[in-house]
């Protein structure tokens, strides 16, 4: 288990061009860092 995800493969239909996160994985990890970006900029606001 790595990171509390258990290892599965992906079709390689799931992936773009040469990229080694499929699009989901990709989708997730973006969806955190915006969170914790936003998180970062409105404590600076106060």
Do not use: A, I, P, W
Not at 10 to 16: A, I, K, P
């Amino acid at each position: 288990m790595l990171r509390g995800h258990v290892g599965k493969f992906h079709l390689l239909s799931e992936f773009d061009d040469g990229k080694r996160s499929c699009r989901k994985r990709l989708e997730d990890h973006n969806r955190r860092r915006r969170k914790t970006q936003q998180q970062t900029q409105e404590n600076q606001n106060y």
